[in-house]
Structures are given as structure tokens and as C-alpha cells.
Nanobody, 122 residues
Framework: QVQLVESGGGLVQPGGSLQLSCLASVRTFTIYDMAWFRQAPGKEREFVASIDRTGGNTLFAVSVKGRVGISRDYYNTLYLDLHNLNAEDTAAYYC????????????????WGQGTQVTVSS
């Protein structure tokens, strides 16, 4: 069983930055591929970024590429660095863990956190 807890969300002005964290309660963090998804009100959950279990391979959504970084440590934490935020980035951000592939597909991930809200507004 894997428990994921996100933190770091909040209210930020357009053009600002945030770092989100996801703490995983798991015996062996490095067996899991990890990802961030987001969901805005009235919209479907969408892929943001993923990183494989080695930390050496990453994927990014076109909508955030160049503005977002994803990283992980060896022990239990996943990070998402958001830069140059705009109103379209307003959403609940979820981290996810799975052992099939570091993909863009939600069904490849078995474990999900409760989400952390990011609101971009002046």
C-alpha cells in the first residue's frame, strides 16, 4: 500500500512560481514511476509531468513544457516546480505512483494523493 500526500499549493500571482511536494509512505520509493496530474473545475484530469523510477527520464505536457520541472529524491519525495504561472494553471494538483510506466495515462498509476490546490490570480 502506498500513501501519497501533496503539499505546497496556494495562491500565487500571475508570473509567479511554486514548488509542490509529494511525500510517499512506501518501503521502497525507487520501484515506482511517479507523475503529476491536475484537474480544474469542470474539466477532466490532465497529465502534467512524469518521471521514471530511476529519475533519468521525464515527460511533460505540451501546455507546461519549459515552465515546469519534475524531480524526485531517493527516499520518498516527488517535486514539481512551476514557473511563470498563469490563470490556466489553476487546478488541484495530484501526484500518482505506479509500477507499469512513467506515462501520460492515468490508468498506469495505481496510487493517488488527495491533491493540493494551486490558484493563480492577481
Amino acid at each position: 500500500q502506498v500513501q501519497l500526500v501533496e503539499s505546497g499549493g496556494g495562491l500565487v500571482q500571475p508570473g509567479g512560481s511554486l514548488q509542490l511536494s509529494c511525500l510517499a509512505s512506501v518501503r521502497t520509493f525507487t520501484i515506482y514511476d511517479m507523475a503529476w496530474f491536475r484537474q480544474a473545475p469542470g474539466k477532466e484530469r490532465e497529465f502534467v509531468a512524469s518521471i521514471d523510477r530511476t529519475g533519468g527520464n521525464t515527460l511533460f505536457a505540451v501546455s507546461v513544457k519549459g515552465r515546469v520541472g519534475i524531480s524526485r529524491d531517493y527516499y520518498n519525495t516527488l517535486y514539481l516546480d512551476l514557473h511563470n504561472l498563469n490563470a490556466e494553471d489553476t487546478a488541484a494538483y495530484y501526484c500518482a505512483a505506479g509500477d507499469r510506466a512513467a506515462s501520460r495515462v492515468p490508468s498506469d498509476y495505481d496510487y493517488w494523493g488527495q491533491g493540493t490546490q494551486v490558484t493563480v490570480s492577481s
